[in-house]
């Protein structure tokens, strides 16, 4: 008797054990979305794409097709902008033609663009007006920086235009460099400025949207943010 109660206890234990190890096996096996849903018990979210959980906790996300993808994707409001290259900066970007229809280029150092045209486009662009924003690119010399921080923006070496500014880390096209905003004045009046400053190709670069009234300027900082999106250092 005792043997075979012996026996019975080592099956009992056996099988517990199979039984638990088959479980885990269940557990570890990956399940695709269209199996989870047949489990009894599996819930799915209530979004698109769908996640669903089985009661044992397995989880199987919901896979898109192309189709489905794009159904799902935000459009990209950039896709008929049009596209700027600078061969001599090395550089590109795509910018709303419909608004930026004026673009100037003042090489070797840079290139506006501007809602209008007009003989005074340029560092004080009498042309503009306060229902207007404008944007640049513009080099300088950037061998010589080490450290791109509000430090050096607020030194003699970048001069005066710098002393109401405020900075903070940013990237532009992967480069790290500062975002700033700023104001100083001009011959025509205040000027508010969001502008990127980083280095590249031993050059200082700076890209800067511009207006004279900052409730406009701010108006168009998702737009700024769009073009700095698509920015591609060659």
């Avoid at 234990?13 to 979305?33: E, W």
């Avoid at 397995?58 to 459009?75: D, I, N, S």
């Avoid at 940013?170 to 400025?193: E, I, Q, R």
Wanted: with cysteine; aromatic share 12%.
């Amino acid at each position: 008797i005792l043997i075979l109660g012996g026996v019975a206890v080592i099956a009992i234990a056996l099988a517990g054990y199979f039984y638990y190890q088959n479980q885990q096996l269940i557990k570890n096996t990956p399940l695709t979305y269209e199996e989870c849903q047949k489990v009894p018990g599996a819930i799915s979210d209530m979004i698109y794409p769908s996640t669903c959980r089985t009661p044992d906790g397995r989880m199987a996300r919901q896979v898109l097709t192309p189709e489905e993808q794009k159904k799902v994707q935000p459009p990209d409001e950039t896709a008929n902008w049009k596209t700027y290259t600078n061969a001599t900066l090395r550089f590109s970007l795509k910018y709303p033609d419909n608004y930026f229809k004026f673009v100037k280029e003042y090489p070797p150092s840079g290139v506006y663009f501007a809602p209008k045209g007009g003989s005074g486009l340029g560092d004080n662009p009498k042309a503009l007006d306060k229902t207007d924003v404008w944007f640049e690119v513009s080099t300088g010399d950037g061998a010589n920086i080490s450290v791109l921080d509000n430090k050096l923006i607020h030194s003699k070496a970048f001069g005066d235009i710098y002393q109401n500014a405020q900075s903070s880390p940013t990237t532009l096209d992967n480069v790290l460099g500062l975002k700033v905003s700023n104001y100083y004045w001009s011959m025509a009046g205040t000027v508010y400025d969001t502008e990127i400053l980083v280095i590249k190709n031993s050059k200082l670069f700076h890209v800067i949207l511009s207006a004279y009234d900052s409730a406009k300027l701010n108006e168009n900082e998702k737009t700024f943010d769009q073009i700095l999106s698509t920015f591609r250092f060659d």
